[in-house]
């Protein structure tokens, strides 16, 4: 029931907006977070957002670079994506968690909704 948006290619340094929205889900009684994954690579937390947007957690990777938020009133969330590099590229997934208690879990595992994953691809 989530879906993303705003993926494709960009050039090392440059920026991207990843949107997450859903159907059938009311996104703001639940925590949502990144996950992207690699060719060959296992599926890897990138950020997660608490449901009243207060808290936030992200991999050491992208900490300085990307800033995860909550928007307006359909509470979608949203992964700003600054000084992207190379090794950024990977297809991104947003994801619901199973529980409304924020800990900044970034397991894979723990998250029971999940949309179809869109390509960010960072390429001079």
């Known amino acids: 029931p989530l879906v993303e948006s705003g993926g494709g290619l960009v050039q090392p340094g440059g920026s991207l907006r990843l949107s997450c929205g859903a159907s059938?889900?009311?996104?703001?009684?639940?925590?949502i977070a990144w996950f992207r994954q690699a060719p060959g690579k296992e599926r890897e937390g990138v950020s997660c957002?608490?449901?009243?947007?207060?808290?936030?957690n992200y991999t050491d990777s992208v900490k300085g670079r990307f800033t995860i938020s909550r928007n307006g009133a359909n509470n979608g969330v949203s992964l700003q994506m600054d000084n992207l590099k190379p090794e950024d590229t990977a297809v991104y997934y947003c994801a619901a968690h199973r529980t409304g208690y924020f800990s900044g879990d970034l397991s894979w595992n723990d998250y029971i909704y999940w949309g179809p994953g869109i390509q960010v691809t960072v390429s001079s």
């Open positions: 957002i608490s449901a009243n947007g207060v808290n936030t």
């Open positions: 059938g889900l009311t996104l703001e009684y639940y925590i």
